[in-house]
């Protein structure tokens, strides 16, 4: 977003960095619902018009993700008005909840590699081996002959 001279940061991004502090506080806090676990509100972005906002989140337990995001957006209605009690502003944003799964597609990522660069160093260290091996067998091919004339 655009950042004002002036000030710093824009409105929108204020009322979102706002508005991830108090969903996060609402959801731990005042969200009834078994299915909603450990929630953790990655980022929150608002339009300009302050009419909408996107909230992405992440869960501990990835299996039951997209049910967790389900449900929040089915609280999103009690979220918007527990939010305008306490955020003095016009309009309390729409709230829309989605599930942010680069964390785990990055550790994923991550333990694929871990293992591609364990396999490649296996493989070349067998090499390396077979190398040593093959340099020695040669050296004393060509060092057998030359060293019985004497």
């Given at each position: ?36 676990g450990m929630v953790?509100?990655l980022d929150v ?17 990835t299996g039951h ?86």
């Amino acid at each position: 977003m655009a950042r004002h001279a002036s000030r710093g940061y824009s409105r929108a991004e204020r009322v979102a960095e706002q508005l991830q502090r108090d969903v996060a506080i609402l959801i731990r806090e005042r969200v009834k619902d078994p299915r909603v676990g450990m929630v953790t509100v990655l980022d929150v972005t608002v339009s300009k018009d302050l009419a909408h906002a996107k909230v992405w989140f992440d869960v501990l337990d990835t299996g039951h993700a997209r049910e967790v995001e389900a449900s929040l957006n089915h609280a999103a209605g009690f979220l918007r008005r527990e939010l305008g009690k306490g955020l003095k502003l016009r309009v309390t944003p729409e709230l829309r909840f989605i599930y942010d799964d680069t964390q785990s597609r990055g550790n994923q990522l991550s333990a694929l590699i871990e293992r591609v660069v364990a396999e490649d160093r296996a493989a070349h260290e067998d090499h390396e081996g077979e190398d040593a091996a093959a340099a020695n067998d040669q050296a004393a091919d060509t060092a057998g002959p030359n060293t019985s004339r004497s």
